[in-house]
């Protein structure tokens, strides 16, 4: 099983600033990598898939970079709306895995 | 619109049974394969299940393996997990969850999520 870790676990920020959450997979994923913004009380919605393309829906100061074992999620400035919980997943090889998550959090 | 509807959940004794299901619109059904994911009060996100377009194929995680059967009915364009001999670990949310690419198995991001049905196992 690929095992998926994220850091850190909780990241506090200022509205405005940048936030880089990290992702390490155990073994190679290639570019199967996938992130998740998960808000409380709602399902997760796909934010970059491939690890570096950009979903529907969610604007340019999010982007994701990466491949092999070690990937970056980077907010360049953010706003209210994006505090929440990221997960990155990767689905090269079963079993499907994600990371821990990170909470980002107001400072 | 693309939607997945999730029902079935419930408070069930360990050892019990329950089938989650999960409606699909919006898309071609018949097309992707689907997955259940769950989420555990306060925890992160675990994979439980996939199952391929034509219902042929399906893969399990080792926490339900022998215990949690996937299964579709393309006519129908719902996903079912039947779950049996639940134990109180399996208390979750359970979300139902479209591959982004249709014409993959492995190798897609969850494009589409439902809301989520609630599994508790307790006595």
Redesign the interface.
């Known amino acids: 099983e690929i095992v998926m870790t994220q850091s850190p676990a909780t990241l506090s920020v200022s509205p405005g600033e940048r936030a880089t959450l990290s992702c390490r997979a155990s073994q190679s994923v290639s570019n199967n990598l996938a992130w998740y913004q998960q808000k409380p009380g709602q399902a997760p919605r796909l934010l970059i898939d491939g690890a570096s393309t950009r979903a529907t829906g969610f604007p340019a100061r999010f982007s994701g970079s990466g491949s092999g074992t070690e990937f970056t999620l980077t907010i360049s400035s953010l706003q209210s709306e994006d505090f929440a919980v990221y997960y990155c997943q990767q689905y090269n090889n079963w079993p499907l895995t994600f990371g821990g998550g990170t909470k980002v959090e107001i400072k | 619109e693309v939607q997945l509807l999730e029902s079935g959940g419930g408070l069930v004794q360990p050892g019990g049974s329950l089938r989650l299901s999960c409606a699909a619109s919006g898309f071609a059904f018949t097309s992707y394969a689907m997955?259940w994911v769950r989420q555990a009060p306060g925890k992160?996100?675990?994979?439980v299940s996939?199952i391929s377009g034509s219902g042929g194929t399906t893969?399990y995680?080792?926490s339900g393996k022998g215990r949690f059967t996937i299964s579709r009915d393309n006519s129908k364009n719902t996903l079912y997990l039947q779950m049996n001999s639940l134990r109180a670990e399996d208390t979750a949310v359970y979300?139902c969850a479209k591959l982004?690419d249709s014409r993959r198995y492995?190798?897609?991001?969850?494009?589409?999520?439902?809301?989520?049905t609630m599994v508790t196992v307790s006595s």
């Not at chain 2, 992160?44 to 994979?47: A, I, K």
């Open positions: 997955n992160g996100l675990e994979w996939a893969s995680a080792d979300y982004a492995l190798g897609s991001a969850f494009g589409i999520w439902g809301q989520g």
